[in-house]
């Protein structure tokens, strides 16, 4: 298996300057780099930078994934933009980790399961949506950070803290849905936690609207005078963003849960033993589906199992290999009834009787032996026969139907 690792940085606001794209290129001669993001992936080789310092310094969100199970999602917010205990609150020890540099507050998730199977993966299309949520968690959106904490917890073991559950996780949107899948979240703990909060997501969690006009009064002249000359001779997209973030100090954060707040709360072992009674009512109705739809099956076959019989023959009289694969099929299928209905002596009498009504049909007898249809000396069959047998036992499972399309 190659090695193959991937890096995808993005810029969630304010896009990078003129020389900041020029210090991201120099990063890598890998490296493909736009306003807002960079990715850089390699087959047998590494990134020669930290990529924490890298996020800490120019970027807003890290995705990396690594073909052998390793994964990391972190942001950077400004300290200003988020409350910073609501962060902490989803910390751990190892695999997650909240932290503050100067201005900044960045949250850090690692994990490294068994999911790594060798192959390359789109992390481009993953990063872009992981970018809209890194704006969820600023619009006060809690679920981005609490399924990053499930995963955690997975990796990390039990924690005895009672971690309060979002309101919102029995409708996630797309992006939520690409994390989940991203870094396979159990779906089981996702439900009992929804069922346990089953809350409609807030209003302000999709859409946050925010008018910074009516914030500029809290500037003062010299701050308002540096803006507006900086719009005359800079970029104006990154002097609205800088702009942005001068006001967000003066913004009210959105409303968000907290340990006191009546949200319900669960111990991750709580949800885990919720979850393992889940998974096991959705195995007695999978079960149970499983077990009506057979039965359906087999009522279907019983009632046409003359017109298949009759259907079998016709289709052998055409002397084709096509049409002797198409009769095999019927004939497994009826086999497959008389076990069911406990009549398999009556079954091998008839296909045995229809057999011999074709001595000349050379090619027919392998076939149906292949399938188990007929008896046969295993002494006298060589690779080539047990090759045909397991083709067919693989190309027909246990649980395999019978199409009816005949």
């Known amino acids: 298996m190659s090695e193959y690792q991937a890096y995808y940085f993005a810029r969630a606001e304010r896009?990078?300057?003129?020389?900041?794209?020029?210090?991201?290129?120099?990063?890598?001669?890998?490296?493909?780099?736009?306003?807002?993001?960079?990715?850089?992936d390699y087959h047998y080789g590494d990134f020669k930078h930290?990529?924490?310092?890298?996020?800490?310094?120019?970027?807003?969100v890290l995705v990396y994934y690594a073909n052998w199970g390793a994964q990391i999602v972190a942001f950077r917010f400004d300290q200003a933009a988020v409350d910073l205990e609501r962060l902490q609150r989803y910390g751990l020890d190892e695999s997650l980790t909240v932290y503050t540099t100067d201005k900044d507050v960045i949250f850090?998730?690692?994990?490294?399961?068994?999911?790594?199977?060798?192959e390359d993966y789109d992390l481009e299309y993953e990063g872009d949506a992981i970018v809209k949520l890194y704006r969820a968690v600023i619009q006060g959106d809690d679920r981005p950070l609490f399924l990053l904490w499930l995963a955690a917890m997975c990796d990390n073991g039990y924690d005895e803290d009672r971690m309060p559950i979002p309101a919102g996780l029995q409708d996630l949107n797309s992006e939520l849905k690409d994390l989940v899948d991203f870094i396979h979240i159990d779906q089981a703990q996702i439900a009992v936690a929804?069922?346990?909060?089953?809350?409609?997501?807030?209003?302000?969690?999709?859409?946050?609207?925010?008018?910074?006009?009516?914030?500029?009064?809290?500037?003062?002249?010299?701050?308002k005078t540096h803006y507006l000359k900086q719009l005359l001779t800079g970029d104006p997209h990154i002097v609205r963003a800088d702009l942005?973030?001068?006001?967000?100090?003066?913004?009210?954060?959105?409303?968000?849960?907290?340990?006191?707040?009546?949200?319900?709360?669960?111990?991750?072992?709580?949800?885990?033993?919720?979850?393992?009674?889940?998974?096991?009512?959705?195995?007695?109705?999978?079960?149970?589906?499983?077990?009506?739809?057979?039965?359906?099956?087999?009522?279907?076959?019983?009632?046409?199992?003359?017109?298949?019989?009759?259907?079998?023959?016709?289709?052998?009289?055409?002397?084709?290999?096509?049409?002797?694969?198409?009769?095999?099929?019927?004939?497994?299928?009826?086999?497959?009834?008389?076990?069911?209905?406990?009549?398999?002596?009556a079954y091998t009498t008839r296909?045995?009787?229809?057999?011999?009504?074709?001595?000349?049909?050379?090619?027919?007898?392998?076939?149906?032996?292949?399938a188990g249809l007929l008896t046969f000396d295993e002494s006298e069959k060589g690779v080539r026969f047990g090759n045909s047998q397991s083709s067919w036992q693989e190309a027909h499972p246990a649980d395999w139907l019978f199409n009816f399309n005949y």
């Open 351 to 370: 296909v045995e009787k229809l057999t011999t009504a074709y001595p000349r049909l050379s090619s027919l007898r392998p076939r149906l032996e292949a």
């Open 50 to 60: 930290n990529p924490q310092q890298v996020l800490e310094e120019r970027f807003d």
């Open 15 to 40: 896009p990078l300057s003129g020389s900041e794209l020029e210090a991201v290129e120099a990063l890598s001669s890998h490296i493909t780099v736009n306003a807002h993001s960079a990715f850089v």
């Open 194 to 223: 929804a069922q346990q909060n089953n809350a409609p997501a807030a209003k302000h969690v999709s859409a946050r609207k925010i008018n910074y006009a009516q914030y500029l009064d809290q500037l003062s002249q010299d701050q």
């Open 244 to 345: 942005i973030k001068e006001l967000h100090p003066h913004i009210p954060k959105p409303k968000t849960a907290s340990k006191t707040d009546s949200e319900p709360a669960l111990t991750f072992l709580e949800l885990e033993n919720l979850a393992e009674k889940w998974r096991e009512l959705k195995r007695q109705e999978h079960e149970a589906q499983r077990v009506a739809e057979r039965r359906a099956y087999f009522e279907r076959l019983e009632a046409e199992v003359q017109k298949l019989w009759q259907k079998a023959r016709k289709l052998i009289e055409l002397k084709q290999p096509k049409t002797y694969e198409q009769a095999t099929e019927i004939l497994y299928a009826l086999k497959c009834l008389a076990i069911e209905k406990n009549d398999l002596a």
């Open 108 to 118: 850090w998730a690692e994990f490294n399961d068994d999911y790594g199977n060798g």
